[in-house]
């Protein structure tokens, strides 16, 4: 059976018809988009359709998937494009999550194995982790600090693999290593190119963006909502902070809370602190932990009932300390990763 497989679409649906058209797509092909097919364009409700409608059409699981189906179960806060998506979504948006998670992580065909994100090498298919295959933030700092090379360097399936996610060349063409990983994400819906590949002939089909949809759907948001919404809760956030640094607060969040728990458990060893007053007990945690900002902080607010992300977030002045607190926690604490 022929297959069309498709980068991230992110609502550009224009752009996905034009592509069909271009590929000469017949009935009788299978579609399948590589996930993030939902956000930051202006059609993430009728891209989900498009791929839930027709057992010929099928969209892997993207971080953008993930992220929303996390959110809803309270896991995780959501980004400002999954807040802009779930109120375009309106009253369907149950039904959009229930799409959503049912979207698999990985599909493997005669001719290739697509994922979303990247593959760990060495490691069965089936056994690979959630977050390489969507390709979160969690997930990218796992493969950098375990392998020297970049991920796809090292792929060493038997067949090609088929990615999106990632827009290595940022110049409307897709990254194509050693003819065995196939990466086609190409910025479709920040004004770049939307790509798609037909097997099992690997041809590569290209159609030009319209515009920038991203630019365009933050602008329309920002303009549609009142001063005191507006101001909440873009305007608290550090200076440059987006998707990708809510996700490093994420995991410096669970080193933290990890952390809190060794402290503990080091200091209930001693006999003496069980039978300390709280406030010695406190004392005697502050002294362990010191007064590193932020780190401090978000160890006493783990040890003081749990972190919240929103209170967290305040500790950090710009999204480059929160990524440099990662680095060197990373760095010098590798029994927390």
């Known amino acids: 059976m022929n297959t069309f497989v498709i980068g991230d679409i992110h609502g550009c649906t224009t752009e996905l018809q034009e592509l069909l058209d271009k590929a000469g797509v017949a009935e009788d092909v299978r579609i399948i988009a590589l996930g993030d097919i939902v956000d930051r364009g202006p059609d993430s409700a009728q891209v989900l359709d498009f791929f839930s409608n027709n057992p010929s059409r099928l ?26 998506s779930r109120e375009e979504f309106g009253p369907a948006y149950p039904q959009a999550l229930e799409r959503m998670g049912s979207f698999p992580l990985y599909i493997d065909l005669p001719e290739a194995i697509l994922a979303h994100g990247y593959l760990e090498p060495g490691i069965p298919l089936e056994q690979q982790r959630d977050t390489v295959l969507c390709g979160t933030m969690s997930g990218d700092h796992y493969l950098r600090n375990q392998y020297e090379q970049p991920w796809y360097a090292l792929y060493d399936g038997e067949k090609p693999l088929i990615v999106g996610h990632h827009d290595h060349l940022h110049n409307g063409q897709p ?150 607190l990662l680095s060197r926690l990373n760095g010098t604490n590798e029994k927390w990763v």
């Open 175 to 324: 990254f194509i290593f050693q003819d065995r990983v196939f990466c086609l994400d190409t910025s479709c819906v920040h004004g770049g190119t939307l790509t798609g590949l037909l097997l099992p002939e690997f041809k590569i089909v290209s159609v030009p963006s319209r515009r920038d949809y991203w630019r365009e759907t933050r602008q329309k948001f920002t303009k549609s909502k009142s001063p005191q919404q507006v101001d909440s809760p873009k305007r608290t956030l550090p200076d440059g902070w987006d998707d990708a640094s809510e996700q490093i607060l994420e995991m410096i969040a669970a080193l933290a809370q990890a952390e809190n728990s060794r402290i503990l458990a080091e200091l209930q060893n001693d006999p003496g602190f069980s039978e300390s007053t709280p406030r010695q007990q406190a004392k005697a945690y502050a002294a362990v932990v010191g007064s590193e900002m932020p780190w401090a902080p978000l160890l006493h607010q783990a040890r003081n009932g749990g972190i919240r992300l929103d209170t967290a977030r305040r500790l950090f002045k710009s999204h480059i300390e929160a990524r440099d």
């Open 59 to 84: 969209s892997l699981m993207g971080n953008h998937e993930r992220k929303h189906v996390r959110g809803a179960r309270h896991e995780v806060r959501l980004a400002l494009s999954q807040i802009i």
